[in-house]
Structure formats: structure tokens, C-alpha cells
């Protein structure tokens, strides 16, 4: 089976920096992925980590380490838009599974 | 636009009356998704398709069928709705190679049971 733990929620100051974590423990791994949901919204695609190492996205970086079961999505220059949930998921065979999502609130 | 829409959008319906949930697809994907979202659950996967009649169950699948007879269409049915199946329905098609084969989502199904 899987297990994916990511924190509930975090608060950040706009233009700060936030990292969101994400551990996991899972029998097959073929990737892990971070989704941005906004309120009322579907998940879009942020990032994809398959290697360890880092991945960087204009403001957004993802750090994978498969020997910890370790994620992290970091966030600069944070604005208001961040506002967000952002979810984990790991990719077994054929398919995704979902941590339950961390809410960020970005404050002025 | 990924090219994946669902209908309807919104419903309300009755306990124990029968629910179909449609997803459309423009890109001839393969694989299909269906996820419920529910607070502090986060989305778990109800059943999934690999092809046409190709289907499998995912972890919440009790309460759920599927079919696919045509590679554009993915149709949830709930058997006889209650309560518990009152929830954000999203179907998923796997994405692009350069996505990382991630899933790009259609704007969800919002299920009332009353």
C-alpha cells in the first residue's frame, strides 16, 4: 500500500519563502508529482520529480530523495495567487495516489 | 484546455436513486480516472480505465461502476446514491510525457445526496 503525510496547513507572508513537506511510504514508485488546487477549482499540474535531486520551475522548486521518501515543494516570492492547496501524490503502478493536501494561506 | 470536460457540473439527487457522472475526452488518452474528493481524505480513486471495457477498481470503488465503451467516454454510475456518496467528483486522463505521464483533470462533478 501507500501512505502519503503532508501537513494540513501553513501560513506564509506574501513575497516571503515556504516549503511544504511531504513524506511517503509506498510499495512501487514510479514518480512523484505536486498539484495546486485552488478553492472550487480541479488540481493543475505543478511539477514532477522522478530522480533525486531538485527541480525548479520559475518561483517554484520541488527536491525529491527516494532513499528518505522525501519531498518537499518550495515556494518564492510568494503572492497573494499562492493561496492554494498543494497535493502530493505518488505514482505506483498505473496510477496516482493522493496525500490529502496541505492549505496554504498567503497574508499581506 | 486539456480537453476534458465532465457533466453535470452540479446535482442534487435523492437516496437511492441511480446517478450517472459523464467525462469526455478530446485526446484519444487511454487512461482514465475517476477520484471523489472529500475533506480530510484528500482525492481517492474510485476505478480507473486502460482502454475500452478495460476497467479496474481503486481503493473506494464500493458503491461505484464504470464503463467505457468508447475510447472518448468514461461513465460513473452510482447504483443507488446515499448520503456518504455526497462529494466533488473528478474524472483524470493521464497527461503528456513531458508532464511526466501526470493526470490533467476535468473541473469536477459537485454530488448532493439528500
Known amino acids: 500500500g501507500q501512505n502519503i503525510d503532508q501537513p494540513t496547513e501553513m501560513t506564509a507572508t506574501e513575497g516571503a519563502i515556504v516549503q511544504i513537506n511531504c513524506t511517503y511510504q509506498t510499495s512501487g514508485f514510479n514518480g512523484l508529482f505536486w498539484y495546486q488546487q485552488h478553492a472550487g477549482e480541479a488540481p493543475t499540474f505543478l511539477s514532477y520529480?522522478?530522480?533525486?535531486g531538485l527541480e525548479e520551475k520559475g518561483r517554484f522548486s520541488s527536491f525529491l530523495s527516494r532513499s528518505k521518501g522525501y519531498s518537499y515543494l518550495l515556494l518564492k516570492e510568494l503572492q497573494m495567487k499562492d493561496s492554494a492547496s498543494y497535493l502530493c501524490?505518488?505514482?505506483?503502478?498505473?496510477?496516482?495516489?493522493f496525500g490529502t493536501g496541505t492549505r496554504l494561506l498567503v497574508s499581506p | 484546455d486539456a480537453g476534458i470536460t465532465q457533466s453535470p457540473r452540479h446535482k442534487v439527487t435523492e437516496t437511492g436513486t441511480p446517478v450517472t457522472l459523464r467525462c469526455h475526452q478530446t485526446e484519444n488518452h487511454r487512461y482514465m480516472y475517476w477520484y471523489r474528493q472529500d475533506p480530510g481524505h484528500g482525492l481517492r480513486l474510485i476505478h480507473y480505465?486502460?482502454?475500452?471495457?478495460?476497467?479496474d477498481k481503486g481503493e473506494v470503488s464500493d458503491g461505484y461502476s464504470v464503463s467505457r465503451s468508447k475510447t472518448e467516454d468514461f461513465l460513473l454510475t452510482l447504483e443507488s446514491a446515499t448520503s456518504s456518496q455526497t462529494s466533488v467528483y473528478f474524472c483524470?486522463?493521464?497527461?503528456?510525457?513531458?508532464?511526466?505521464?501526470?493526470?490533467?483533470f476535468g473541473s469536477g462533478t459537485r454530488l448532493t445526496v439528500v
Open positions: 480505465s486502460y482502454g475500452v471495457k478495460d476497467t
Open positions: 483524470a486522463i493521464k497527461g503528456e510525457p513531458n508532464l511526466g505521464d501526470g493526470y490533467t
Open positions: 520529480n522522478v530522480l533525486d
Open positions: 501524490a505518488v505514482r505506483g503502478f498505473q496510477k496516482l495516489v
